[in-house]
């Protein structure tokens, strides 16, 4: 069993900043990519930051500039740094971890969330 704890969202003014982690424990053996995603209300999922191993992350268009995702593989934590927040960037954030655990199976987790504010 996987779990993602995500922490470090609030409520800030426009144009503050805010880091958030995830943090991974359990069976994560196998885990080979985590990302954020955010959830804004009556919006669809949103992939913001996802994290690659090789390249530059393909941030979403909206937050480009302005997050970035890294990880402290020594803690299993991913981290979004999130500056020049806008009210549009309010959501729940989440981590999502995929785990190969075979060769042909591949298992998905998500954290519970986090909700970030901004206000104008």
């Known amino acids: 069993q996987v779990q993602l704890v995500e922490s470090g969202g609030g409520l800030v003014q426009s144009g503050g900043s805010l880091r958030l982690s995830c943090t991974a424990s359990?069976?994560?053996?196998?885990?080979?990519?985590m990302d954020w995603y955010r959830r804004a209300p009556g919006e669809a999922r949103e992939l913001v930051a996802p994290?690659?191993?090789?390249?530059?992350?393909n941030y979403a268009d909206s937050v480009k500039g302005r997050f970035s995702i890294f990880e402290d593989n020594k803690k299993n934590t991913l981290y979004l740094e999130m500056t020049e927040l806008k009210p549009e960037d309010t959501a729940v954030y989440y981590c999502?971890?995929?785990?190969?655990?075979?060769?042909?199976?591949?298992?998905?987790?998500w954290g519970q969330g986090t909700q970030v504010t901004v206000s104008s």
């Open positions: 359990g069976s994560i053996a196998g885990i080979y990519k």
């Open positions: 994290n690659i191993d090789v390249g530059p992350p």
């Open positions: 999502q971890a995929d785990q190969g655990v075979s060769p042909v199976q591949l298992l998905s987790h």
